[in-house]
């Protein structure tokens, strides 16, 4: 494949101290003051990489036979197990990382929340002319070696005073204690490598092979960079990619088809197991329904035959849940 558009490590205080986060929203700066108190020192190397577009591979002949794991709930960021390099998958937007400021506690923003040092790569890959995610296509950009500084419980407790949880629209309306009673301090922090990567704009009415490919060589283009990152990174580690139902809230993807076209795409890049985290309780039904279409797509089949095999099926567009 190609290599990366763009390529930059910084040490952790220096890319910090020259692209400072500014979270706007009051309950954003709220979580980053627990998160980062004065004097917190950063540490570690930051390094960030900005790739093409990748073209799918024309037949399926040598694809990796990747692992689907099933995990509940939302990221949890374990440490990988020995011999792996793991990478969770952040559910950008084409501006990367561009709306971590404001109220809004989505997929994206509440992994930058998490990780505020991200908010600081965005000021340097906006320096560097490369703040897209997707620019007449696919641009994945991967982060490698940025602190996890806290962990924000969004899951509705009335022991907290969040009765409906904190996810999404309703981060912005909590009262500033419930989000400060809801962030966990991690100390020492954690590391994490995030692969962020667009989801297609949204459609109507059933799939079209335009819309499968789409996904498919967005999905791709993200995972083989990575997988290519990790050769350099982690000579020899299996790959380990976290995930969820990307594309299937604000932009409405149907949940067994995404499952399915991320699975593709893992095996085509050389993942070795994907973990798919369930979200809530319909999750599983919908990973169990992806398994099976996988089973049924024709074996060996090219890309093009494995694509219509898939448009055959109905998969249609939902709508939007609002965050």
Request: proline share 8%.
């Amino acid at each position: 494949m190609k290599g990366p558009l763009f390529r930059a490590s910084w040490q952790a205080p220096a890319l910090v101290a020259a692209h400072p986060p500014r979270f706007v929203h009051p309950n954003k700066r709220v979580a980053f003051d627990v998160a980062c108190p004065p004097g917190a020192p950063h540490a570690g190397t930051v390094t960030v990489s900005r790739w093409p577009a990748a073209a799918l591979p024309t037949a399926a002949a040598g694809v990796a036979d990747t692992r689907l794991v099933e995990a509940p709930g939302f990221y949890t960021y374990d440490p990988p197990a020995p011999g792996t390099i793991a990478w969770h998958k952040n559910f950008a937007d084409p501006v990367v990382f561009g709306f971590y400021a404001g109220g809004l506690f989505a997929q994206d923003e509440m992994q930058i929340t998490e990780h505020p040092a991200l908010a600081s790569v965005r000021g340097a890959l906006v320096a560097a002319g490369h703040g897209y995610t997707a620019e007449a296509g696919p641009t994945p950009v991967l982060v490698a070696g940025v602190e996890r500084r806290c962990a924000v419980d969004t899951a509705p407790g009335l022991e907290r005073g969040s009765i409906q949880g904190l996810y999404g629209n309703r981060f912005a309306a909590a009262d500033p204690e419930v989000v400060r009673a809801a962030t966990l301090r991690l100390d020492p922090p954690t590391v994490s490598n995030i692969v962020a990567v667009a989801a297609p704009h949204p459609g109507s009415g059933r799939y079209s092979a335009a819309d499968i490919r789409a996904v498919l060589v967005t999905a791709y283009s993200g995972y083989v960079a990575m997988v290519a990152e990790s050769a350099a990174l982690a000579p020899g580690a299996a790959v380990v990619l976290h995930t969820g139902f990307w594309g299937c809230g604000a932009f409405g993807g149907d949940r067994v088809l995404m499952t399915t076209l991320q699975v593709l795409a893992a095996r085509w890049a050389g993942v070795h197991t994907l973990v798919m985290h369930l979200g809530d309780s319909a999750g599983r039904r919908a990973v169990v329904d992806a398994r099976a279409v996988l089973a049924a797509l024709p074996p060996n089949a090219d890309t093009d035959t494995t694509i219509a095999s898939l448009v055959a099926r109905g998969f249609a567009w939902g709508v939007s849940d609002g965050n």
